[in-house]
Nanobody
Framework: QVQLAESGGGSVQAGGSLRLSCASSGHPYRSPCMAWFRQAPGKEREAVAV???????NYADSVKGRFTISKDNADNTLYLEMNGLTPEDSAMYYC???????????????????????WGQGTQVTVSS
């Protein structure tokens, strides 16, 4: 049974940084597609960053240049380094993993694919101005 557990959320002031982690266990595929999503109150869940089995990445336009997704392939631990945080980044952040490699659009991991097989419970990020 695949389990994902996020950690690292918290409250920071605008301009601050946080590093989210997602511990993964039980995945049958060595290096699956993994992603970070976020959902703010009253808004739809959106992909923030995606990383494929070969290490290729993709980001939402709103976080490009500020957030970095990475993965330890030895144990499929997923990370999200977030810098230059703004109040608009406040949301519940979720880790997701699929059963295999990412769905590609124009050669890059899809940012619109929502059919991930496994989801964590989320970790709250709150950014104050």
């Amino acid at each position: 049974q695949v389990q994902l557990a996020e950690s690292g959320g918290g409250s920071v002031q605008a301009g601050g940084s946080l590093r989210l982690s997602c511990a993964s266990s039980g995945h049958p595929y060595r290096s699956p597609c993994m992603a970070w999503f976020r959902q703010a109150p009253g808004k739809e869940r959106e992909a923030v960053a995606v990383i494929d089995s070969d290490g290729s990445t993709n980001y939402a336009d709103s976080v490009k240049g500020r957030f970095t997704i990475s993965k330890d392939n030895a144990d499929n631990t997923l990370y999200l380094e977030m810098n230059g945080l703004t109040p608009e980044d406040s949301a519940m952040y979720y880790c997701a993993a699929d059963r295999w490699a990412c769905t590609l659009i124009s050669g890059s991991p899809s940012m619109v694919y929502l059919g991930y097989a496994y989801w964590g419970q989320g970790t709250q990020v709150t950014v104050s101005s």
